[in-house]
């Protein structure tokens, strides 16, 4: 069953520049569907629109960024909810009670001047009613806290009392409190080091585990994707270009900027030289013509410069958008998304 549904949406931060309205599309017709209760990944380089992709499933798109099209389908109770048509105050209860975010460089997050107990005490406050049941929150922040594996007196220090790792922790865990369906984590283990990540991307897994809910997770690193993900979506100039199983991304990575991504990882005990994919990503701002990624890809034909791939099925569960990949059953819903770029 679907949690959420993407379908062609499009965002993209609408600048000027030298006295003309430039477009930078950093999601430029986004199809995805998340299914209950997985980890999906979100992969790509640095600047292809992950951290847009996640903003605007949760409806936080202000100036410059504008939503020029398509929709954002959460589904509850069977009913298609439309997220990016919703008033702000709809919006800001389906946020966290089922849907919460731990923002890219969510260290910044906490408030330096309050102690990490008053943090979750105003934020708890704006949800559930804390006139009755005072007693009550403190019996759930503690036991939520101890359960992540932090402290008690983690409530009485100030963010900067905490290393990294740990406030890391104590971010999720706000995200976590109120047990949400639904959590998007962008980035959460990257300022960390290598050891600490580890504890940050199991705690997610253990929290996953035992509350049952659907996790987005994005992160560059296909190492963690390898770790915790079961499904992996790879973004490329604002659109996903591949779509699969965790096991079947890693041995049959069908787009060319995929097969780059998975050969550049290191691996135990070989010592060949990995290449990564050659030149760099296009400006947002200035696409080239036709599949974004042909200036890159050593297979480019002239069909690749002329058209923009869609997503196919390329067998179960694994979908690519590459022409030298295109095995007819095109879904029509993407048939135009090729023309209007
Ligand atoms: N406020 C803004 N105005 C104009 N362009 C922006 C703005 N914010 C981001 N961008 C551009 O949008 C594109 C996508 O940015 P985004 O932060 O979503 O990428 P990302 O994949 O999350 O990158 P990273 O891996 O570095 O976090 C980039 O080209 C970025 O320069
Ligand atoms: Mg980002």
Known sequence: MDVLRVQDLKCFYVVESQGRERNVRAVNGVFLNVKENEVLGIAGESGCGKSTLLKSL???IHPPLRHLGGKVEYIWN????EILSLPAHQLRKLM????SYVPQGSLSVLNPVRRIGDTFKSFIGAHVDLSTGGEQYEELVRNHLASLGLPEDTLRAYPHQLSGGMRQRVTIALATILKPRLILADEPSTALDVVVQRGVIQLLKDIQQEQRNTIILVTHDMAIHANISDRVA???????????GVDEIFNNPLHPYTQYLIGSLPRIGDKAHRISAPGSPPSLADLPQGCSFHPRCPEATDACRREVPVLVSAGTDHSVACLLNARGDTNADQANVAVDQ
């Open 58 to 60: 949760l409806g936080i």
């Open 78 to 81: 069977n009913k298609p909810t």
């Open 234 to 244: 790879i973004m490329y100039a604002g659109r996903i270009i591949e779509e699969a």
């Open 96 to 99: 966290w009670e089922h849907i």
